[in-house]
């Protein structure tokens, strides 16, 4: 264990900077350059801070506040108000005024320190605390405040000697700033050091380490391991000016550290972007990249051996080649993404602590990655879990969790009280419920107070389930909360608060956010037991609300819920009121008639509002989008390029891509958006040329292999087929089944005639034909590989395309495969292209072939066997002719009245279709066990 000499932190930094005084401490990257402090430099900003802080009659154990983001100027003000013995008060970046003026009341701060980009939230602050706080400025010059750098041009009087203990407070880290009562919690010296010399046991850091510090400094863990422990040791943190995903891929890449802490969210990013990516490079590599991860873990568990820099290169240049420990914490962390990271061949460890136990009081050793555990107590901690006074009905043998050690807090600020409560005999109760293993592994399972206790008696712990669905690379933020039903005295079901990830929809050019949201949803929750299952869920565009220590803040959310009811959209337009720039901008006389045009589209007409989301708002679904789109091209004139059309989001963007494109020949009136889009084929595009080439041999070949899967069908899944007869001896039109899995297009294909065969086509999405011979076999397939969520305009007119040359397209209403084998909500497109082209639809069941391949699911080789019980059925049932709604007289409600009749008309047919065969197979399977 290493020994830290000194009585306080300071004296201890004071050390290591005369050690390595020209060692860099501290990097600040900027966009365009990097600005570096050696020790010698940084010791030099404290003292000047210091003398700054003495100038002012700022006594040792006087309270002096920091507002400002990770900077040198922010460490230079840390360990300047150390060095004269007073207390830091780091403050949230993200506080209001009045949160602030709170915080400087209960404190009785003497001084805050901050910035140019936060002075004008400072001053109000200041007003409404009617304090005389004094204000001092890191950077630059302000009227209002004293700064900091013309100080250090000054005289340097002497500072008085440094006489601070290790039971003297450090710093103050205020865990409620929101709240009516706000706690803050006192550090010590002496809490500060033990911390450390804990780390630094089961750690190795030294001089020659790099840490990169992203998380901001007011967090208890962030000061830990992004500031106190590099400074005892040499070490050279790196901050960076502007915090996004893309500025920390590029220092891990260009700045090499070898220690990186962060919250989980940021490890479940990479994670999917490696796995993802391993996804597209087609099924050889994604399998040879499988194997690598087995191996690769084979090799670390029994071996010691770690070729991960070698089976995986490509992923260690994007964390850093010189990375030697990852860290999370602050959150949970799902532990299927640590083991892959471990796969990976890399040590990310997992911190547990609070605020009140100085940020860490568990590490996860070397070697154990994704065991699911926060690991063991650091040495010199004792943790332990109090048992609960009852049982619930599952079994579950959960505690709270109680830390007792030299890391403990002093207590909490002037609150005897509320430290009473937390505190028995030397332990500090966390209101964490957790399991300890023989081996002294400590599992978190939730908070105390935030247990979901559901009707049925089983505990739920909210935060386990939230790690499931953030797997999601389309969800950013989920709130689980239990909601009783009418009459219930207890929680039925869970209800989710949803924030999608913007970021992610943008760059992927998905524009149907809700129906990706929910298909990742399914998808997650069929893995997971029936109970631990969101059962509803709303979207929200705003973050969720959280404490300083990025906690959410619950029983707040819980209350917004039952507030507006779990049914209402959750856009941000709704209920704000009108400004008077909104007012201005509607009151435009172009904008007007589109904002008409917009609210006949809307099913919410009241929601048209400037900064109205088009779907959560408005409630429009991606056809309906284009029918937008196309009116509002219609009445401007122009035309919206693709990739413009799919980054709109809101009602103001949408008007003004309208406006922007105009060009001058616009005309109003009513008139059919698809009427006019599928009449504009473009011929020449290869895209769509490529479905009517002929491939008479390779037609030949493809009928005859399939007749044979046929046969073999027949044998091993009972395969029957009924129907075919009304399939349309001549001309095009549709074939719509509902769709179980990936394969249901081979059994239909092997279903029809030559005569059909030959004039199938298909319009696929995109994502499944990314590599050279996946492409190659959707030209063989006559498949048109179109992403009909970023491009349903050219997946329609593909679909139309083939149609006007007579081939027959089929379709799957859906759009993707059913969760649980039952048909699921219909798309419009069916009956768009039926009617606008007036050729009929075909709609067919299938049946039995879901247990074969489940969505998200491997494929089930035992489904295959004889004596599995698996029977697929195909039936046909006969033709539907929709009828054109008349342009006369056009409406946009007539339009959408016409296309959903046609839709619940075929969807009913499918789902009795179904049925008959379901009837069919159960008459069979009776006949059969009489026998």
Known sequence: MMELMGNNFYERFEATAERFASHIAVELVHREDVEKVTYRELQKQAEVAARFLNSREIQAGDRCAILADNDIVWCAAYLG???????????????????????????????????????AVVLEAQGLAGTS????????????????????????????????????????????????????????HGNLLAEAEAVFARLKLDESDSILGVMPLYHSLAQLANLLLPFLVGARVIYLEEISASEM?????????????????????????????????????????????RTNSFLRRFTGVNLGRVFFSPVHDVIGKKMRILVTGGARFDPTIGRDFYKLGFNLLEAY???????????????????????????????KVVPAESRSVDGDSSGEIAIRGPIVMKGYFHRPEATEEVMRDGWFLTGDLGRLDAQGRLSITGRKKEVIVLSSGKNIYPEEIEAQYTQSPFIQEVCVVGMALPGEPAAERLHAVIV?????????????????????????????????????????????????????????????????????????????????????????????????????????????????????????????????LTNLERLFGGRMAPEVAQSIYTVRQLVQAARSQSNGTGQAGPGS???????????????FMDLLKPQRMVMLAGFAALKILNLVARVLVGFRVSGVEHLPSSGAYLICPNHETYIDPFFLA?????????????VGASEYFA?????????????????????????????????????????????????????????????????????????????????????????????????????????????????????????????????????????????????????????SNAKTNSI
């Open 500 to 628: 999608p990830n913007l970021e992610v929809m943008r760059e992927r050019k998905v524009v149907n956010m809700k129906e990706v949201l929910r298909f990742d949803i399914e998808n997650i929750s069929v893995h997971l037991p029936a109970h631990k299952r969101i059962l509803s869920y709303e979207i929200q565009l705003e973050p969720l609300p959280r404490t300083t220590t990025r906690k959410l803040k619950r029983f707040e959310i819980e209350r917004q819920v039952r507030t507006r009811g779990t049914e209402v959209g959750a856009g941000e337009a709704q209920g704000q009121p009108v400004s008077e720039e909104e007012a201005a901008w509607a009151g435009d006389p172009e904008v007007a008639r589109a904002l008409e045009v917009i609210r006949e589209a809307a099913h919410d007409k009241k929601a048209a509002r400037a900064a109205a989301n088009l779907e959560l708002d408005l409630g429009l679904d991606s056809i309906e989008r284009v029918e937008l």
């Open 771 to 923: 590599t050279p011979l996946r492409r190659k076999a959707a030209k063989l397939m006559h498949l048109a590989p179109v992403d009909p969520d970023a491009n349903l305009i050219q997946a329609l007119q593909a679909g139309a395309f083939g149609l006007r040359h007579g081939k027959i397209l089929v379709l799957f209403p859906e759009g993707e495969r059913s969760i649980d084998g039952e048909v699921r909500k219909f798309k419009k497109g069916a009956a768009i292209l039926g009617a606008h082209l007036e050729v009929p639809i075909v709609p067919v069941a299938f049946n039995g072939v879901f247990p074969i391949w489940p969505r998200n699911r491997g494929f089930s080789w035992r489904a295959l066997l004889p004596w599995f019980g698996t029977r697929v059925q195909i039936r046909f049932g006969a033709p539907m002719q929709p009828a054109d709604p008349p342009e006369a007289g056009y409406s946009h409600a007539c339009a959408e009245e016409h296309y959903a009749a046609v839709t619940d008309e075929l969807r009913q047919t499918v789902i009795e279709l179904q049925a008959g065969l379901r009837a069919n197979s159960l008459r």
């Open 249 to 293: 891929l590029r220092a891990l890449r260009e700045h090499r550290p070898t220690l990186f802490c962060c919250v989980p969210q940021f490890f479940y990013l990479i994670h999917q972007r490696v796995h993802g990516k391993a996804a597209e490079d087609g099924w050889p590599r994604s399998a040879l990249f499988r194997l690598l991860l």
């Open 81 to 119: 108000i150390l060095r004269l013995g007073a207390v830091v008060l780091p403050f949230d970046t993200h506080y209001t005024p009045q949160q602030i003026a709170k915080l400087l009341a209960d404190s009785g701060a003497k001084i805050i320190f901050t910035t140019e980009r936060y002075a």
């Open 133 to 188: 706080v004094k204000l001092g400025l890191l950077r630059g010059s302000h009227a209002n405040f004293e700064s900091l750098p013309e100080f250090a041009n000054g005289a340097r009087e002497p500072l008085p000697a440094n006489v601070v203990t290790a039971n003297d407070a450090a710093v103050i880290l205020y865990t409620s700033g929101t709240t009516s009562d706000p706690k803050g919690v006192v550090l010590t």
């Open 353 to 383: 602590g609070l605020t009140e136990t100085s940020g860490a009081a568990t590490l996860t050793p070397f070697g154990e990655g994704g065991q699911g555990s926060v690991g063991e107590a650091l040495p010199g901690i004792e943790v």
């Open 673 to 687: 958006a698809w009427s006019k889009l599928l009449k504009e084929l473009p011929g020449n595009d290869p895209l």
């Open 750 to 762: 092997s279903a029809v005639p030559y005569r059909v065969f030959c004039k199938l086509f298909y």
